[in-house]
């Protein structure tokens, strides 16, 4: 028999600016590592951008493993 990840009802939101190095964290539903290096789309897939003047402020991202949205914050500002 097929064991199908539990699924979180919640869309989670991750602060990057409270993750430490180069930005990776698991994901919260099935554990699989998304780093914002990984541009190969084989992880996780941009579903939606919000940006508010001009600047990245929330990205939400689906993993490709359990179909979590995740929503992104902490965005540096230069």
Same mark, same amino acid.
């Given at each position: 028999? =097929?064991?199908?990840?539990?699924? +979180?009802?919640?869309? &989670?939101? +991750?602060?990057?600016?409270? +993750? ?7 994901? &919260? ?16 897939? #941009? #579903?939606?951008?919000? +940006? #508010?003047?001009?600047? =990245?402020?929330?990205?939400?991202? #689906?993993?490709?493993?359990?179909? =979590?949205?995740?929503? =992104?914050?902490?965005? *540096? *500002?230069?």
């Amino acid at each position: 028999m =097929l064991e199908t990840p539990k699924k +979180i009802v919640a869309e &989670p939101t +991750i602060d990057l600016s409270a +993750i430490e190095g180069d930005g990776a964290f698991p994901c &919260p539903n099935c554990g699989l590592k998304i780093s914002p290096e990984d541009l190969s789309d084989e992880n996780y897939k #941009v #579903v939606e951008t919000k +940006i #508010v003047k001009g600047e =990245l402020a929330e990205l939400t991202i #689906v993993c490709r493993k359990c179909d =979590l949205k995740i929503r =992104l914050t902490g965005f *540096q *500002q230069y």
